[in-house]
């Protein structure tokens, strides 16, 4: 088997989530998806796997993060600039926040920050890596 990556999102409205993600591009997986959780594919070895609360509850009994915190931010590659531009417009539209934090243009990388309606972070980018200056990092 391939090496993939699952994301496990606890999130509070299932249905607004699952359309959420499907503006961003995601396409659900109904083999992986029930009334519990809907699988959501970003690409064949990346999935987010979006889970009610009292699922979530059944993987930890950590507490959730307060409203407006952040643990982490999760990166999605795109194609364009434009298309970066599209994923931040899209979420601002279906339920999500655009524009988290300031747009950044590196000239060969460009991203934009988003949050999702249970305020998980993301950031799309676009990057040119032939572009890419030897102090890049």
Known sequence: MAKSLFISLPVSDLAASTAFYKALGFTPNPQLSGEDGAAMVWSESIQVMLV???????F?????????????????????????DAMNEAAAAHGGQADVNPMEDHGFMYTRDLADPDGHMWAAL????????ASAC
């Open 52 to 58: 009610t609360h009292a699922k979530w509850r059944t």
């Open 126 to 133: 676009w990057m040119d890596p032939a572009g890419m200056p």
């Open 60 to 84: 930890t009994q950590r507490p959730f993060p307060p409203a407006g915190s952040c643990a982490l931010m999760l990166s999605l590659s795109l194609d364009s600039r434009a298309e970066v």
